[in-house]
C-alpha cells in the first residue's frame, strides 16, 4: 500500500487530530503545533508550547474539537495544564497528583479537560470555570489512557490495575468496572454502536459492549506490540499501529482482520487518524514522517475492468487491498455474479450446460469462483430426475432430491411444488378439524406420504384437529393469550392462514398505540397496549412502553408537587425522559451541586459537602453516585492524615471504618500501601476487616470525621 500525499517534518509526530473546521493538527515531540490545510499539506497556522517528549505511548497532548483550548503534561510531569488555543495563556492546571500524569485530554463537547497519573486517580476540570468539576472512579495503579465515545457520553480509563472504568458523562455515574484482561491495559477506543475497544501489554484486544459491561468479542492474530488506534466513523473498519511499523486491519462486523500488514513501515506509528469524507487513513510515525493513505484508492481501477468483464484483474486488486471489497464497485461485481449465479441456475433447470457456462462467462478465470462455477453445474446433474418425479407426483422422490440438493428449493419448480403442497394441506385442514371428515382429509394428503418435511406437520394436523378447534374459538373471542398459548404448544398452527391474520392485527395494533404515544394520547394508547400484551411477540415492547407512559405520568405529577425525591427516582429509570426540557434541569442541578460537591470533597470538607448534596440524600437512585463523593471526601481525610503525620492508631481506625462504610476498594488499598510506606511497623492486615459496599452505603451512614 503506498501513500497518496506524504510530508515530513523535524521530530517525532504524537498527536494528528481531524478539527471542526477541517484542519488537521499536528504536534510533534517538542509539542509544535501545526495546523494544516487538508488539501495543500501547507502550515495554515500554529506555535510552540517548549516541552519536549521522549515518550510517545501516551496522549501527553490534547486539543479541544474546537480548537479554542489546549491541554498538556508539563515538563517535570508533575502537572498538567489547560491553555486558552487564542492567547496561549494558562487557564487551569491541576498538581494535585501523587507522582506523574500521564495523560491528558478534552471530552468531545469541550466541557471538561482530564488529567490522569500515577495514582490512579482522573481529575476533571471545568473549562468553563476553571475548578474541578468531579474525579472518575480511581483505579489502585498508574493510569495508561484515557477515552471518549463519539457523542460524549461514555468516558473510559485504562491502568496498569488490569482493569476498565466507564463513565456516564451525562448522569455522572460510574457504569462499569470491565474486567477481562490477564495484562496490564494501555489502550482504549470508543467504536461505533457503544462499543469499546481495549488492549493490553499481552497485545489481548477485547471488545466490550458499553451498555451490559460484557465481552462481545476477543480479537485474533495480534501478535505486535499496538501504539496507536483508530475506526472509521461508520462503524466498517478498526486500523490498529504497530510499534514495528505496520498497520493491520479488522472489519468489525464479523471481528475478522483483513490485514496483518495493510500498511508496512519502518518506524513506530506514533499517531492514526481517519478522515472519513476522503476516505483516508492519517498515519503518523516516530520518524517525523506524516503519511495518507487513500483506503478505496484503487475502486476506479475495479470500474474500469468491471467495464471489460476482466473479474481476475479486479479480484487480483481486491486481494492486494481487501479493503475494496467494501466499495460500490466492487459491490456491483458480487450483484452481477449473483445475477449471474440466478441466470445460470435457470438455464441448468433446463438442462442447457452450455448457456450456463457462456452466462459465467469470465468469472471462470477467477479461481474462487470456478471451482464455486464447477460445484453448481455439479449440482444440477439430477435436476431432470427432480422435474420428472415432480411431473409424475411422485412427491417422496421429489422433496428427497430437493433435501439432497439445496438449491433446488430456489427453482421455480420446487416453489410450484410448495404452492400446490398449501393448497392440497390448507383443503384437508378444511375437513380434518371435523371429525367426520378426517378420512377424507387422509385422502387428500395421501400423495405425501413419505415425505419427510411433511410428515410431522400431516402427523400433528390430525393428532391435534382439536387444538385448531380451540385455536379459532380463542381467537374469535380475542382471548389472544389463549390462542398464543396454544401456538407456543403447538408450532403448525403457525403454518395456518389464521396465525398470519393474527399477527397482521397485532401489527396495526402496534403502530397505531406508537402514533397515539407520539402525539401524547396515552389513554388510548394503553388501551391498545393493554390487548398487545397478550400477544406474545409483544408482550415485553408493550409492557414496556406502558412503564414508560406510566413513569411519565408520575413524573410530571412529581414535578407539579415539588417532590424532586420521586422525580430524581423516575428519571434515572427512564432515558426518554432524561431528553426532556423538566429532565435536563433537574440533571443539570444535580450536576452543579455534584460540581461543587467534588470541589469541597477534594478539601474533605464534609460540613459543605452535606450542605451541597442536603436535597438528594433520599433520592434513592444517586445513592451510589453520593457514595463515591463522600468516599472521595474520606479518602483526601486519610490522605491528608498520612501527610500531616498523625498518630498510626487514629488512621488505622480510619481505614477500618472506610472499608466498614465503602468495602475493599481499589482506591483504599492504593493508600493502604502509602501507609504501609509510611508507617512500616503497622500490623494492620486489610483482609481481616470487615467490608461494607459502596451497593449498600446510605445517607445514614454519613460521619463528620472517617479517623474517629
Known amino acids: 500500500m503506498k501513500p497518496s500525499k506524504e510530508i515530513s517534518f523535524k521530530n517525532a509526530i504524537i498527536r494528528v487530530k481531524i478539527m471542526e473546521d477541517g484542519k488537521l493538527l499536528v504536534v510533534d515531540a517538542k509539542s509544535v503545533v501545526r495546523f494544516l490545510d487538508l488539501v495543500t499539506l501547507k502550515t495554515a497556522s500554529g506555535f510552540k508550547c517548549g516541552v519536549e517528549y521522549k515518550s510517545f505511548k501516551r496522549q501527553v497532548f490534547d486539543f479541544s474539537d474546537n480548537g479554542l483550548y489546549f491541554t498538556l503534561i508539563s515538563a517535570t510531569k508533575k502537572e498538567s495544564l489547560l491553555y486558552n ?15 506523574e500524569v500521564n495523560c491528558v485530554a478534552i471530552d468531545p463537547n469541550s466541557k471538561y479537560m482530564f488529567s490522569c497519573g500515577d495514582d490512579g486517580k482522573s481529575y476533571a476540570i471545568d473549562i468553563e470555570n476553571k475548578k474541578i468539576a468531579f474525579t472518575l472512579p480511581i483505579h489502585s495503579d498508574s493510569l495508561t489512557d484515557i477515552a471518549f465515545s463519539k457523542n460524549a457520553q461514555w468516558v473510559a480509563t485504562a491502568s496498569y490495575d488490569k482493569k476498565i472504568h466507564l463513565f456516564n458523562l451525562i448522569t455522572m455515574t460510574k457504569k462499569h468496572r470491565l474486567i477481562g484482561h490477564n495484562e496490564e491495559v494501555l489502550k482504549v477506543h470508543f467504536l461505533s454502536e457503544n462499543r469499546l475497544l481495549s488492549v493490553d501489554k499481552a497485545n489481548t484486544a477485547i471488545v466490550w459492549d458499553c451498555e451490559k459491561g460484557k465481552v462481545i468479542e476477543r480479537l485474533e492474530g495480534i501478535h505486535d506490540d499496538i501504539s496507536s488506534i483508530t475506526s472509521s466513523d461508520d462503524g466498517i473498519f478498526l486500523f490498529l499501529g504497530s510499534e514495528l511499523g505496520y498497520v493491520m486491519v479488522f472489519e468489525l462486523e464479523s471481528y475478522k482482520m483483513l490485514s496483518r500488514k495493510y500498511i508496512k513501515l519502518t518506524s513506530t506509528i506514533t499517531a492514526l487518524e481517519f478522515h472519513e469524507k476522503t476516505s483516508q487513513l492519517i ?3 516516530e520518524d517525523a514522517d506524516l503519511l495518507f493513505y487513500h483506503i478505496f484508492a484503487s475502486e476506479e481501477r475495479i470500474a474500469k475492468f468491471l467495464r471489460i468483464k476482466s473479474y481476475k484483474k479486479i479480484q ?12 460500490k464497485a466492487y459491490q456491483l461485481v458480487i450483484s452481477i455474479w449473483d445475477s449471474t449465479v440466478k441466470k445460470a441456475r435457470l438455464a441448468l433447470e433446463k438442462n442447457d450446460k452450455e448457456t450456463a457456462l457462456e452466462l459465467f462467462g469470465n468469472f471462470q478465470y477467477v479461481p474462487a469462483r470456478n471451482t464455486a462455477i464447477k460445484a ?23 422433496y428427497a432430491l430437493a433435501l439432497q440438493h439445496p438449491h433446488y428449493q430456489d427453482s421455480q419448480l420446487y416453489k410450484a411444488l410448495e404452492l400446490n403442497w398449501k393448497k392440497t394441506f390448507c383443503e384437508a385442514k378444511k375437513y380434518a378439524i371435523d371429525p367426520k371428515g378426517a378420512d377424507l382429509a387422509r385422502e387428500i394428503l395421501a400423495p405425501y406420504r413419505g415425505v419427510t418435511q411433511k410428515t410431522k406437520l400431516i402427523q400433528e394436523l390430525f393428532a391435534k384437529s382439536e387444538v385448531y378447534k380451540r385455536f379459532r374459538v380463542a381467537v374469535g373471542q380475542k382471548d389472544y393469550k389463549v390462542a ?6 403447538n408450532p403448525f398452527l403457525k403454518e395456518l392462514p389464521d396465525y398470519i391474520a393474527l399477527l397482521d392485527y397485532a401489527d396495526s395494533l402496534y403502530i397505531k398505540s406508537q402514533k397515539l404515544f407520539q402525539q401524547d394520547n396515552t389513554h388510548e394508547a394503553i388501551k391498545m397496549l393493554r390487548v398487545l400484551v397478550d400477544f406474545s411477540d409483544f408482550t415485553e415492547d408493550a409492557k414496556e412502553l406502558m412503564k414508560s407512559i406510566e413513569c411519565r405520568h408520575k413524573f410530571y405529577a412529581a414535578i407539579k408537587e ?6 430524581y427516582n423516575i428519571l434515572a429509570q427512564n432515558e426518554d425522559l432524561q431528553s426532556t426540557q423538566e429532565g435536563k434541569r433537574l440533571q443539570k442541578e444535580y450536576n452543579d451541586a455534584v460540581a461543587t460537591a467534588n470541589e469541597f470533597a477534594l478539601d474533605a470538607n464534609i460540613k459543605e459537602v452535606n450542605r451541597v448534596l442536603e436535597k438528594y440524600m433520599k433520592v434513592s437512585s444517586k445513592s451510589s453516585a453520593l457514595a463515591d463523593i463522600y468516599g472521595w471526601c474520606y479518602m483526601v481525610e486519610l490522605e491528608k492524615a498520612i501527610e500531616e503525620e498523625k498518630e498510626q492508631v487514629i488512621i488505622e481506625n480510619g481505614i477500618k471504618n472506610y472499608i466498614l462504610y465503602f468495602g475493599l476498594q481499589d482506591q483504599i488499598e492504593s493508600l493502604f500501601n502509602i501507609f504501609k510506606d509510611n508507617y512500616p511497623q503497622t500490623k494492620l492486615n486489610l483482609d481481616l476487616q470487615t467490608k461494607g459496599s459502596k451497593s449498600m452505603w446510605r445517607s445514614s451512614m454519613i460521619v463528620n470525621s472517617i479517623l474517629y
Open 85 to 99: 488555543a487564542k492567547n496561549k495563556k494558562t487557564i487551569a492546571k491541576m498538581d494535585r497528583h501523587s507522582g
Open 283 to 285: 498515519v503518523a510515525t
Open 316 to 327: 487480483e486488486i481486491v486481494e492486494e487491498n481487501p479493503l475494496l471489497a467494501y466499495t
Open 376 to 398: 453448481i453445474i455439479k449440482e444440477y446433474k439430477e435436476f431432470d430426475k427432480f422435474a420428472k418425479f415432480a411431473q409424475e407426483s411422485k412427491f417422496p422422490l421429489a
Open 484 to 489: 398464543f398459548e396454544l401456538i407456543k404448544l
Open 562 to 567: 415539588d417532590d424532586t425525591t420521586t422525580a
